[in-house]
């Protein structure tokens, strides 16, 4: 079964930089597209970024573009988030989720999260 | 950026009755919309893709319905563990891809 575990979370300084990892396992990780979704306490859902299979397409909100990488090693099944400049409002639990596929009609229906982790919990704090 | 919005904010319902959510999109999303469920302390669980496709494993009392800009999510005969937040999202326009702020459901 799909399984999704990340870490790397903790408390970190606004200005700070912290690095998540998702380790993925039960499913061919290499030909999946990969999400990062985070959810700030007591808040909504908020989608972070994304990265093709291959890691040859990459797309930020705007809240975190220029300050947050994705990137992978499907080497090691693994999904990272490099975050930096981290502010306040950068607190959240931040969910890695495989994308969901599947086809009907013969039309490949993509662009849902199908599979999530647990989530890390990043708290920027002075 | 497409701006969901979802009525109502809250829901309190009793065992066996019927729940109608809403979503309205900013602008037409065709049928690329999915719900989520989110249960307190766990990740988001995916009930219906392209506004009315279970996945796989979902209860039939769950269905989804709708196109363009006004969504609902209806369950049908409400169960205890039906109790959670729920969320849409769409994919018709990206990035980035956005949620609707959730509806939370009680059950009495």
């Known amino acids: 079964q799909v399984q999704l575990v990340e870490s790397g979370g903790g408390v970190v300084q606004p200005g700070g930089s912290l690095r998540l990892s998702c380790a993925a396992s039960?499913?061919?990780?290499?030909?999946?597209?990969m999400h990062w979704v985070r959810q700030a306490p007591g808040k909504g859902l908020e989608w972070v970024a994304f990265?093709?299979?291959?890691?040859?397409?990459?797309h930020y909100a705007n809240s975190v573009k220029g300050r947050f990488i994705v990137s992978r090693d499907n080497s090691k099944s693994t999904l990272y988030l490099q975050m930096s400049s981290l502010r306040v409002e950068d607190t959240a639990k931040y969910f890695c989720?495989?994308?969901?596929?599947?086809?009907?009609?013969?039309?490949?229906?993509?662009?849902?999260?199908?599979?999530w982790g647990q989530g890390a919990l990043v708290i920027v704090s002075s | 950026e497409i701006v969901l919005t979802q009525s109502p904010a809250t829901l309190s319902l009793s065992p066996g009755e019927r729940a109608t959510l809403s979503c309205r999109a900013s602008?037409?999303?065709?049928?690329?919309i999915a719900w989520y469920q989110q249960k307190p302390g766990q990740a988001p669980r995916l009930l219906i893709y392209?506004?009315?496709y279970r996945a796989t494993g979902i209860p039939a009392r769950f269905s989804g319905s709708g196109s363009g800009t006004d969504f609902s999510l209806t369950i049908s005969s409400l169960e205890p563990e039906d109790s959670a937040v729920y969320y849409c999202?769409?994919?018709?326009?990206?990035?980035?891809?956005?949620f609707g702020q959730g509806t939370k459901l009680e059950i009495k």
């Open positions: 602008q037409g999303i065709n049928r690329y």
């Open positions: 999202q769409q994919r018709s326009n990206w990035p980035p891809y956005t």
């Open positions: 039960g499913f061919s990780f290499s030909t999946y597209d």
């Open positions: 989720a495989k994308e969901f596929v599947t086809v009907i009609r013969g039309i490949t229906i993509k662009q849902y999260f199908g599979d």
């Open positions: 990265t093709r299979h291959d890691g040859s397409e990459k």
């Open positions: 392209d506004a009315s």
